[in-house]
């Protein structure tokens, strides 16, 4: 029988987001700027504990106008963990600084504070600055920020949080996003919540607020004409994909409960399969945005690529872990602090379809080929 793919996270799309984008469109507001996305950034912002939010075309974007609103300098020394997606040592060198990648927590994936102490210490001893941390909230689960902060702090150093993955989550009682100088959010498609492609810059500093609007909005100066002293770029968030947004916002909280739903029947599912843990318990604090599994082929008797591969050939989709940066042939000359725990991370994680939308059919196709899986390698 033909099946048709289960994804990792699709978007999961009802009539509210219809009605809601009709309503922009039937209102005229087709243009980027409008009402939407006022409400959005507004809506955003409190739900992050924040004071100002600044829609942007992607997470991406939304990093790279963080990080020049921040003052970030060409040749200046940003640091940020080896865990994590391209995008944000990419936006790293969009503005000319150079990374330092840090190596994470080998039970969250985030980034390890011991190591950032270690890599800033060193740095600092060198006769070297650093001009700020990012810090990235690893699969939907908050660094931590105590101890982060405090070293940044110390150092007196800007602390960026990578929130793309982790709206809905929290930390010691906190949003995710109310953590750092400044936080960004991802709407890709692929997130918890979607505006099928936007991100959100979220802050306390109505200043850093300011320079990224502007700078969102290719720095036109505030004249009757169309002038500019400084580059700029066309990153604005549109009023469309922003009520597609807004009424994806109000099912967050449910969204959160169904993929805490599916990663209980994940940790159901392999209870009994030695060699096998769910990644990133305990589960406080979590968004649950992607169930992963770690696999020790010592304990378990095979490794996270087998299932990969006899998942694919059932037509579900899976992926490994994120390929550490400074691994990777774009980043491998860059400086890193790491005691092999992403590695590790890459080579025994595989993650599994978590979006909130997993029908009953889809769980039971996904239920049926783990458990032949398993039961041909017992």
Known sequence: MNHQRVFLSPPFIGEEEKKAVMASLDGGWVAPAGPDLQAFE?????????????????????LHLSLLALGVQPGDIVVCPTMTFV???????????????IDSDVMTGNMSPELLEKALREIYSSGSTVAGVIAVDFLGKCADYEAISTLCQ???????????????????????????????????????????????????????????????????????????IEVGYNYRLSNILSALGRAQLEKLDSFVAQRRDIRARYRTLFADVH????????????????????????????????????????????????????????????????????????????????????????????????????????
């Open 42 to 62: 507004e809506e955003v912002a409190v739900r992050a504990g924040r004071s100002f939010g600044v829609g942007v075309s992607s997470g991406t974007a939304a």
């Open 87 to 101: 995008a944000t040592a990419n936006a790293i060198r969009y503005v000319g600084a150079e990374p330092v990648f």
């Open 154 to 228: 110390q150092y007196g150093v800007f602390l960026l949080a990578d929130s793309a993955e982790s709206i809905g989550a929290s930390f010691q009682g906190r949003p995710a996003g109310s953590f750092g100088d400044v936080s960004v959010f991802s709407f890709n498609g692929n997130k918890i919540i979607t505006t099928s492609s936007g991100g959100m810059v979220v802050t306390d500093d109505g200043a850093i607020a300011q320079k990224v609007r502007f700078l969102s909005t290719q720095a036109r100066e505030p004249a009757v004409h169309y002038e500019h």
């Open 275 to 378: 060699g096998v843990e769910i990644f990133g318990a305990p589960d406080r604090g979590d968004n649950f945005w992607l169930t992963s599994v770690i696999v020790d082929l010592d304990v378990a008797g095979w490794a996270a690529s087998s299932l990969q591969q006899h998942l694919e050939e059932d037509g579900i989709e899976s992926r490994p872990l994120w390929k550490p940066m400074h691994l990777q042939p774009l980043y491998e000359a860059c400086q890193a602090f790491v005691d092999g725990s992403s590695e590790q991370l890459f080579t025994q994680g595989l993650v599994l379809p978590s979006g909130a939308g997993l029908s009953n059919s889809q769980w039971t196709r996904i239920h049926d080929s783990i458990t032949r899986f398993v039961v041909s390698r017992s």
